[in-house]
Every structure is written in structure tokens, then in C-alpha cells.
């Protein structure tokens, strides 16, 4: 067992139970220490657990200096450490003249999470269960209400869907984009207005107990109104087609995937498709992540991944379109990879 230090939040809350935006966690074999503040000593109390680590809890003025009264007392071991939690003046302040050999791993405790547990599989699926449920609402309220609203109104009324009125935190700040914003992936709430005939690209997630949730859909804002259901219909014809080459390239990667596969070859999946129907230019991103306790795990899957997957790995699969000024098109679910292939989650 690996000895390490931590200070991102879903780490720690993965190794006891808490976490809190000013703390550090140690851990020595079975033993660990929990380093934070005086504002958060009784929820601390309260809320660690015991189970994986004999955990004391530490109350502390300057963190990075009471880590070092204990790193003192364990000088010559080695100490594994995410080089991209710490700031480099934290981290020249922390190891000064310690006779500890820090080993930096970039993402260590992100590839220590990517096999998820059957419980955090579950966790996942409901999460993304509920984020169906919130799309279905928000679909409502497009149909009903939708119509010359702005997307940045839109915007605001989808956080309340997707939250359940509080009950629950966001896992990204969601996107709205209609027509040509559409074609920015990561797009930001305009003032453009939704009207009959507009194409409306929806990108959203919430968190269930830490566990984060995400899905994209596309639709068509009609006289009907406007549902996420795969199957769409588009009065542009060249639209149509994009369309549906980003639904048969999403669908044959999640039919085809399956555990010793490299995730490059994933991807490759989704983008031979796209690249066949002559778009290749426009899928612009990955075709997936890994998702869990934080929005972006591993594995990553893109066309450099050499990541082998493995049954029990939980990512997104999400092919897109972007065609620059006019619209873009994404379709995402979060699929478990399971012996006989990806299982998706949340329906």
C-alpha cells in the first residue's frame, strides 16, 4: 500500500467520508491523519470514518506546518503525491529539508478510483437517473414556456430542474445552446432567443451523494415543442444527416465497446463513422471520459488513450458535430463496461 498525501476535495471525501476546501489528508499504511482548520472540527468529528484508515484528526493554524511535524517523524519513507494539487510555493514549503522521498504521480488517486465498485456503480446510476427525470421536466417546460425566452433565461431555468429545486448540487455549470452557439462544445448562454424550427443542444448533470451524472442531447424545437429522445426530426436536410450520423456513430460505440480494448480504438469506434460520412473536421473532442466522484476521470477516451478497458470502468460516450455559425450536434449517456460490453446507465 502505497503512503501519500492529499488535498483535493473528492479524494478526501473518498478516503473518509469528508471533505472541506481546507484540508490535507496523510496516509501511512492503516494509519492516516486528517489535517484542517478550526472551522470545520465538529463536522469533522462527526463525519469521518474509520473504516479504510485508523484516522486522528488534527486541527491546525498552518496546515503545510503541522504536515511537516508528522512527515518528520517518518523520514526515509516514501510519499506518493499529485503534483497538480499543489501550488509550487505549498509544495517547496511543504518538503523543505525532509529526508522524505516525495513521488510525484500526476492523477494518482484519479487512476486509483477507475474501476469502480458495484456501490459506486449504483450511486452513478441513480444519479443519472435523476438527470433524465430533470431533462424530461426542462423538455416540459421548453414545450410549454419555452418559446422567444433567451438562452440565458433558459439557462437558469434548467439549473432548478436539474438541481430538483435544491435537493441536489450541479455536476458542471449545464449548457444551453441553440443553433450556432450550438456549434461551440463548451458554449455559454447567449442572448440568442428559441424559436419554432431551432435546433437546441442541452449538456447537463447532477450529483447524487458526491457521485456526478452527465448527458447531451439535441433537439428540435417544434410546433410540438421539443423532446430529448434520440429520435429527432429537422426541416434542414443537411442537418438531418448530421443528425443522424452523430446517433449511429454514438449508438455503434456503445453496442460495440467491450473490456481489452484500447480506449483509442474506442474512440476510433464513433469517429470512423463520422469520418466516413465526410464530417470528420467538425468531431472536434474525445469521445469520452471517465466519470465518478469527479466530472473528468479516467479513463480517457481519445484517440491517443492507450488505456486497456476494463470491466467496471464508467464513462461518457458522446460524438459530436460542430459545423462553425450554423449548429452542432452532441449526443451523450454514461455507460458501465461490463464483461459482455457497455451497459447504460440511469434507464
Do not use: W
Not at 496516509?27 to 486528517?34: S, T
Not at 503534483?83 to 510555493?89: D, G, N
Amino acid at each position: 500500500m502505497e503512503n501519500f498525501i492529499i488535498k483535493d476535495e473528492n479524494a478526501l471525501y473518498f478516503e473518509v467520508g469528508y471533505s472541506c476546501d481546507n484540508a490535507l489528508f496523510i496516509a501511512f499504511d492503516k494509519y492516516g491523519f486528517f489535517i484542517t482548520d478550526g472551522r470545520y472540527k465538529t463536522e469533522a468529528e462527526e463525519s469521518i470514518k474509520h473504516d479504510k484508515y485508523k484516522v486522528e484528526i488534527l486541527i491546525s493554524r498552518d496546515l503545510i506546518r503541522t504536515a511537516r511535524t508528522i512527515l518528520k517523524k517518518h523520514e526515509n519513507s516514501t510519499l506518493v503525491y499529485n503534483p497538480q494539487e499543489f501550488s509550487v510555493f505549498a509544495f517547496e514549503k511543504l518538503k523543505n529539508n525532509l529526508k522524505i522521498n516525495f513521488l510525484p504521480k500526476p492523477n494518482f488517486h484519479q487512476q486509483k478510483r477507475i474501476l469502480k465498485t458495484p456501490q459506486e456503480i449504483e450511486l452513478l446510476h441513480h444519479s443519472q437517473k435523476l438527470n433524465f427525470q430533470a431533462f424530461a421536466k426542462f423538455a416540459d417546460f421548453l414545450s410549454k414556456k419555452g418559446e422567444e425566452r433567451e438562452e440565458l433565461y433558459l439557462h437558469f431555468k434548467a439549473q432548478g430542474f436539474l438541481t430538483h429545486k435544491g435537493s441536489f448540487d450541479l455536476s458542471f455549470n449545464p449548457i444551453v445552446g441553440i443553433n450556432q452557439n450550438a456549434a461551440k462544445p463548451h458554449a455559454l448562454p447567449s442572448s440568442l432567443k428559441l424559436q419554432k424550427g431551432d435546433l437546441l443542444l442541452f449538456d447537463a448533470g447532477l450529483k447524487y451523494q458526491r457521485y456526478c451524472s452527465d448527458m447531451t442531447r439535441t433537439g428540435s424545437f417544434g410546433k410540438n415543442g421539443l423532446n430529448f429522445k434520440k429520435q429527432q426530426k429537422f426541416k434542414d436536410a443537411k442537418l438531418q444527416k448530421i443528425y443522424d450520423v452523430v446517433r449511429k456513430a454514438q449508438e455503434y460505440a456503445i453496442a460495440k465497446v467491450k473490456p481489452g480494448m484500447l480506449a483509442s480504438e474506442a474512440d476510433a469506434l464513433a469517429r470512423n463513422v463520422i469520418e466516413k460520412a465526410g464530417f470528420g473536421e467538425y468531431f472536434v473532442h474525445s469521445l469520452g471520459h471517465g466519470i465518478g466522484l469527479d466530472i473528468h476521470e479516467l479513463p480517457v477516451i481519445s484517440p491517443r488513450s492507450k488505456t486497456i478497458l476494463e470491466e467496471g470502468m464508467v464513462f461518457s460516450i458522446e460524438p459530436g458535430i460542430y459545423i462553425p455559425n450554423h449548429y452542432g450536434v452532441r449526443i451523450e449517456d454514461l455507460v458501465v463496461l461490463e464483461k459482455s460490453g457497455a451497459r447504460v446507465l440511469g434507464i
